[in-house]
């Protein structure tokens, strides 16, 4: 990378650490995905009970598969075999767990976090029970702000979001939320699909419980 261009996201890196540790959340910045993987059995203790939401990040980063070591007590959604009723289960068992991991959809430089979901049992997560969590991003889901990051999602995060899961949205088919084409559309306007991925809504701006929430951002551009 551009020597120039560097220093430019090592400032805008700074900028949301700080907003991040003044809103009470732990904030760190890990030089590749290697880094990220040392620090996360830095920070998750063998034993732990873990889980996470459905998260490209988590993959490109390695850190599923360190779940599947057998060192931690890791409450895996996805197995083979499991039934609707089974991740429910495994949803419900989340609230209680030590670690939870996830990305987010987006960061802003005062140190917000933005996520839209479907299902929502992320963003819940992300919101109240586990005792610890652990949010991955790369440098492309920076942003400056607020309206930035609802620009983000609707263009960038949703879309292939939807491919992937199979969603069939307006989105999946044209690259983008419908909500664009509308003189002045607000953050939750949308389609009307049944099978719409942008459910609900959340911010995580100052938080009552100081470092729950850490924050690793990864030198690298990663998951949607």
Do not use: W
């Not at 034993?47 to 057998?70: A, M, N, P, R």
């Not at 991991?101 to 960061?107: D, G, M």
């Not at 949703?158 to 989105?171: F, I, S, V």
Request: hydrophobic share 35%; charged share 25%; glycine share 8%.
């Amino acid at each position: 990378m551009d020597g120039n261009l560097a220093s430019v996201i090592d400032l805008r890196i700074k900028r949301t650490m700080d907003g991040l540790t003044k809103n009470n959340m732990e904030a760190y910045c890990c030089e590749n995905a290697e880094e990220a993987r040392e620090l996360f059995k830095r920070l998750v203790k063998a034993g732990d009970t873990v889980t996470h939401g459905g998260s490209v990040t988590l993959k490109q980063l390695g850190i599923t598969e360190l779940l599947s070591s057998g060192e931690y007590d890791y409450l895996d959604r996805g197995k083979p075999g499991m039934t609707r009723e089974d991740i429910e289960e495994v949803y419900r068992k989340t609230y209680s767990a030590d670690v939870f991991l996830t990305s987010a959809n987006a960061v802003t430089e005062s140190g917000e976090l933005y996520n839209v979901d479907g299902n929502s049992n992320r963003v819940s997560a992300i919101l109240y029970g586990p005792k610890s969590v652990l949010v991955f991003v790369g440098i492309n889901k920076l942003v400056r702000n607020i309206d930035e990051a609802v620009t983000r999602v609707k263009t960038t995060a949703a879309p292939p979001n939807t491919m992937r899961l199979g969603c069939d949205t307006p989105c999946s088919k044209t690259g983008e939320c419908v909500s664009l084409k509308k003189s002045g559309a607000s953050m939750c306007d949308g389609c009307g699909s049944d099978a719409r991925i942008c459910c609900n809504y959340v911010v995580s701006a100052k938080q009552r419980h100081k470092n729950r929430i850490k924050v690793i951002i990864v030198k690298e551009e990663l998951g949607y």
